[in-house]
């Protein structure tokens, strides 16, 4: 029987709000044990939330996207309905592209709409030119696969065989697809039973006022960062993605922030327009505040209950046409390394009001390794692999080595690849000298080495190759990415960062390192012995130690020379002079069609200022 309430009184609202926290890990738990694809079940790559519902999220990772799917759809929304979509263009680009299918299910009492629970991942293949959906050198959206615009998969709790047909008809790999997706729904199912427990245990008005209660709560926690972490007046920041894959690049991503009063201005102009290739990322607003919504909590007050609402308090501009709103039917496929750098470009655009408590640049993109072939008993296989790598140097401590920005996402163990897939790993560990040296050293990226066991094709997505995660505050710039491939003959094949259809045979091998990430402050302040200690670990070398931190150690017992190193780092700091807010590493020299861009615009700026000195 439940228990009607008139005030939510403060014990109740933890409750509630611990019960919700709880749904929302329940889902993903779910959904990493029924997936099949290792990118859901094994790395996490899917996201959930639980709505009101008007469709403001009060649990979750995603943000708002469920008001603009109400708004758009006009066929009616009933008790056991469950709806999916997979295309960016038709969902206000609540996924960012067509490998995200969205999951979005109504929760009703007593036939009233009382909430939405909601769940994306990332789908393994769905059709198009090349295994795994995601081609380096696609030019629209319509040579990526098959967009799913929003349809019912569930009508009323019946399932739309037609339309799963349909789909999984268009999969090189239907049966994981199917378990993904039907993980998902489960997922959904398990967070609407939850809020209908609450509803049978506290009375269905008390949920909805704690709903309220908890969005209101980070309203005003988040109006309070904007205060104390924002600038009143204008600043600006601004990083490059290195190339698009058809040999484009670099493009420009440039943000502006100021506040007034308690709320944030975030603006993009002044990014690049987008690029011809698939790595421009459709950017909604809502999953931007998300995104620094993300930012702030974690970096200022990891206690706040993340949900959306703070989003009020956000305003956010994005040019028509830029990298990061692009025109339909723009190639979206390769997005993630503009999304990753978005956070670069955010921590540094806060960074420039105070520096000492901001992070470095991490690593910066989403390096994916795609293989894909068949195994020794003819059936098909397809691997898609995301890597991790150097994590900033930041105001408490060292960057974690060989880690993923992305807080939940996890690696998959050398001994589910060995056994599934014709792999074998034979290194996987930190990239040694990639960190940034710093005060506080920037984490090494990653460095993986495959030896392929069938013939087959591969595919890499990464980038860093010709920029530097930058450091900040004297911190140096972490290492680049490189890719290289090792004949069976011997033969030495660099990679670019993004590639498709190279084809590999029994016996090759892949190394691939990931970019490290910056340092955080003047690494001729670090203590000596913290720098001994990374070089016993091999995080560090001798030359590194002695090059960039100014630490002499014994090549042999790698004891500490407390003299030399002294009067090395006095000489090192004449040397020097005085150290940068940032230190970037070289920007990458425009090329393809991103050159004849620059050269155009400075021809126009020329002509500009000649106009005005002849006026004036």
Same mark, same amino acid.
């Given at each position: 029987?439940?228990?009607?309430?008139?005030?939510?009184?403060?014990?109740?609202?933890?409750?509630?709000?611990?019960?919700?926290? +709880?749904?929302?890990?329940?889902?993903?738990?779910?959904?990493?044990? !029924?997936?099949?694809?290792?990118?859901?079940? &094994?790395?996490?790559?899917?996201?959930?939330?639980?709505?009101?519902?008007?469709?403001?999220?009060?649990?979750?990772?995603?943000?708002?996207? $469920?008001?603009?799917? $109400?708004?758009?759809?006009?066929?009616? $929304?009933?008790?056991?309905?469950?709806?999916?979509?997979?295309?960016?263009?038709?969902?206000?680009?609540?996924?960012?592209?067509?490998?995200? %299918?969205?999951?979005?299910?109504?929760?009703?009492?007593?036939?009233?709409?009382?909430?939405?629970?909601?769940?994306?991942?990332?789908?393994?293949?769905?059709?198009?030119?090349?295994?795994?959906?995601?081609?380096?050198?696609?030019?629209?959206?319509?040579?990526?696969?098959?967009?799913?615009?929003?349809?019912?998969?569930?009508?009323?709790?019946?399932?739309?065989?037609?339309?799963?047909?349909?789909?999984?008809?268009?999969?090189?790999?239907?049966?994981?697809?199917?378990?993904?997706?039907?993980?998902?729904?489960?997922?959904?199912?398990?967070?609407?039973?939850?809020?209908?427990?609450?509803?049978?245990?506290?009375?269905?008005?008390?949920?909805?006022?704690?709903?309220?209660?908890?969005?209101?709560?980070?309203?005003?926690?988040?109006?309070?960062?904007?205060?104390?972490?924002?600038?009143?007046?204008?600043?600006?920041?601004?990083?490059?993605? =290195?190339?698009?894959?058809?040999?484009?690049?670099?493009?420009?991503?440039?943000?502006?922030? %100021?506040?007034?009063?308690?709320?944030?201005?975030?603006?993009?102009?002044?990014?690049?327009?987008?690029?011809?290739?698939?790595?421009?990322?459709?950017?909604?607003? &809502?999953?931007?505040?998300?995104?620094?919504?993300?930012?702030?909590?974690?970096?200022?007050?990891?206690?706040?209950?993340?949900?959306?609402?703070?989003?009020?308090?956000?305003?956010?501009?994005?040019?028509?046409?830029?990298?990061?709103?692009?025109?339909?039917?723009?190639?979206?496929?390769?997005?993630?390394?503009?999304?990753?750098?978005?956070?670069?470009?955010?921590?540094?655009?806060?960074?420039?009001?105070?520096?000492?408590?901001?992070?470095?640049?991490?690593?910066?993109?989403?390096?994916?390794?795609?293989?894909?072939?068949?195994?020794? +008993? #003819?059936?098909?296989?397809?691997?898609?692999?995301?890597?991790?790598?150097?994590?900033?140097?930041?105001?408490?401590?060292?960057?974690?080595?060989?880690? !993923?920005?992305?807080?939940?996402?996890? +690696?998959?163990?050398?001994?589910?690849?060995?056994?599934?897939?014709?792999?074998?790993?034979?290194?996987?560990?930190?990239?040694?000298?990639? #960190?940034?040296?710093?005060?506080?050293? #920037?984490?090494?990226?990653?460095?993986?080495?495959?030896?392929?066991?069938? =013939?087959?094709?591969?595919?890499?997505?990464?980038?860093?190759?010709?920029?530097?995660? %930058?450091?900040?505050?004297?911190?140096?710039?972490?290492?680049?990415?490189?890719?290289?491939?090792?004949?069976?003959?011997? &033969?030495?094949?660099?990679?670019?960062?993004?590639?498709?259809?190279?084809?590999?045979?029994?016996?090759?091998?892949?190394?691939?390192?990931?970019?490290?990430?910056?340092? %955080?402050?003047?690494?001729?302040?670090?203590?000596?012995?913290?720098?001994?200690?990374?070089?016993?670990?091999?995080?560090?070398?001798?030359?590194?130690?002695?090059?960039?931190?100014?630490?002499?150690?014994?090549?042999?017992?790698?004891?500490?020379?407390?003299?030399?190193?002294?009067?090395?780092?006095?000489?090192?700091?004449?040397?020097?002079?005085?150290?940068?807010?940032?230190?970037?590493?070289?920007?990458?020299?425009?090329?393809?069609?991103?050159?004849?861009?620059?050269?155009?615009?400075?021809?126009?700026?020329?002509?500009?200022?000649?106009?005005?000195?002849?006026?004036?």
């Amino acid at each position: 029987m439940s228990t009607q309430r008139t005030k939510l009184d403060k014990i109740t609202l933890d409750i509630i709000e611990n019960a919700l926290r +709880n749904a929302r890990h329940e889902m993903d738990a779910v959904v990493f044990r !029924s997936a099949m694809s290792p990118v859901i079940r &094994e790395q996490h790559d899917a996201f959930p939330m639980i709505c009101t519902p008007d469709g403001r999220m009060v649990v979750g990772q995603f943000g708002s996207y $469920i008001s603009g799917f $109400i708004k758009e759809w006009k066929r009616g $929304i009933h008790p056991g309905d469950i709806f999916l979509t997979s295309d960016p263009y038709k969902c206000q680009a609540a996924i960012s592209h067509i490998n995200d %299918w969205l999951v979005l299910m109504p929760i009703f009492r007593d036939g009233e709409l009382i909430g939405w629970a909601s769940q994306f991942g990332h789908t393994l293949d769905i059709g198009g030119p090349v295994p795994g959906s995601l081609p380096t050198d696609a030019t629209t959206i319509y040579g990526e696969g098959v967009r799913i615009p929003p349809v019912k998969l569930f009508d009323q709790g019946r399932l739309n065989e037609d339309v799963l047909d349909l789909i999984l008809n268009n999969s090189r790999t239907p049966e994981m697809n199917y378990f993904d997706l039907m993980a998902i729904v489960a997922g959904c199912r398990t967070a609407a039973r939850r809020v209908l427990e609450l509803c049978d245990r506290f009375g269905k008005e008390t949920v909805m006022e704690a709903f309220e209660a908890l969005l209101d709560r980070t309203y005003r926690a988040m109006s309070q960062l904007i205060v104390k972490n924002l600038p009143e007046e204008p600043v600006s920041f601004e990083d490059y993605v =290195d190339d698009d894959g058809r040999g484009n690049g670099p493009y420009k991503m440039k943000l502006t922030i %100021w506040r007034e009063g308690d709320h944030g201005y975030f603006d993009w102009t002044g990014t690049d327009p987008q690029a011809p290739g698939p790595i421009n990322f459709y950017l909604s607003e &809502e999953m931007f505040k998300m995104f620094i919504g993300v930012y702030l909590i974690m970096v200022f007050d990891p206690q706040i209950l993340f949900n959306d609402g703070f989003y009020p308090l956000l305003h956010i501009i994005i040019p028509e046409g830029s990298l990061l709103r692009p025109k339909f039917p723009a190639a979206l496929g390769c997005r993630t390394h503009a999304l990753a750098r978005l956070f670069d470009v955010l921590g540094g655009a806060l960074g420039r009001q105070a520096p000492e408590l901001t992070t470095a640049a991490g690593y910066g993109t989403s390096p994916y390794l795609l293989y894909n072939g068949y195994d020794e +008993n #003819g059936e098909f296989f397809h691997l898609m692999e995301i890597s991790f790598g150097g994590i900033p140097g930041r105001p408490v401590d060292d960057g974690l080595d060989a880690h !993923s920005w992305w807080p939940l996402f996890e +690696n998959i163990p050398t001994e589910y690849l060995e056994s599934y897939y014709p792999l074998t790993i034979e290194q996987y560990g930190s990239m040694i000298d990639s #960190g940034g040296a710093g005060f506080h050293r #920037g984490g090494n990226g990653v460095i993986k080495v495959y030896r392929f066991e069938a =013939d087959g094709e591969i595919a890499i997505h990464d980038d860093r190759e010709r920029s530097h995660p %930058w450091g900040v505050l004297g911190g140096l710039p972490g290492a680049p990415s490189s890719k290289l491939l090792i004949r069976k003959n011997g &033969e030495r094949v660099p990679l670019p960062s993004k590639v498709s259809c190279v084809k590999v045979e029994k016996g090759d091998r892949l190394i691939y390192v990931t970019a490290g990430a910056g340092g %955080w402050k003047d690494p001729l302040d670090r203590p000596p012995e913290k720098v001994q200690k990374d070089v016993i670990r091999k995080l560090v070398s001798l030359e590194k130690a002695r090059r960039d931190y100014g630490v002499v150690l014994d090549p042999k017992t790698l004891e500490i020379d407390h003299r030399a190193t002294e009067s090395l780092r006095a000489k090192m700091r004449r040397e020097r002079g005085p150290v940068p807010t940032f230190t970037f590493g070289p920007t990458p020299e425009p090329i393809g069609v991103m050159a004849e861009y620059y050269s155009r615009k400075a021809r126009e700026e020329t002509a500009g200022a000649g106009v005005g000195d002849r006026r004036a």
